[in-house]
């Protein structure tokens, strides 16, 4: 794979580093230990401390929400792009509602047991270690940081560089209309459907996906 492009890889709600255990990755690549921030502008900024000057940012989940925000924030430093399992909506009403009831969980006590029930499915218990490694507190950022997301599309429109979106058949939570709809915006996307996985896309697929990181490296 071609260094000469730093890369910078920023995970997804209650994930850390170990997100991206499964992938090929260049020397060098720098792995945001998970997002965390007052506000998604905080969040940017601490994602940026130590980072090279260019870089190919790769965000999945919430950091490709966090990944709209650097590219708000320092768009020059964006040199190519890659959104995984991504929603460039701002909340909708169902969401804030379920996002009101997790936090009254965690304030309450009870963050394990609702970790506990947000890490289902076959990669469970990966999931559930790496929510038990950042923590209630970690989780209550990471809610308010969804909570504050903007409608990301107009920014994504004017974003004129490489951009690679990739999404998993299955997913229902960030389903593949949405990166269809990403597509629409930004003519000179390159989208991955992966049959098969689904939001999980760096767990479920990450031969595919480290393929995918491959070839654009050369783009």
Known sequence: MNTDLPILLL????????????????????????VRGRSLADAAQRALEGAPQRFHL????????????LLRLAPERVARLT??????????TAQLAAWEVQERQVRAGNFGALAESLCSGPHAGTLLAMARRLGPDAFLEQLALLRSRPDSRPTLAGYSGPLTLLAGREDAVTPVHLA???????PQAELHVVPGAGHYLPLDAPDALSDVLRETAYA
Not at 11 to 34: F, I, K, Y
Not at 58 to 69: H, P
């Open 11 to 34: 995970p997804g709600t209650l994930c850390d580093a170990a997100l991206w255990a499964g992938l090929t990755l260049p020397p060098g690549a720098r792995v945001l230990e998970a």
């Open 58 to 69: 790769i965000g999945f989940s919430l950091g490709a929400i966090l990944a709209f925000e």
């Open 83 to 92: 959104l995984i399992s991504a929603n460039p909506h701002a909340p909708n």
């Open 180 to 186: 269809e709809e990403m597509q629409a915006l930004c």
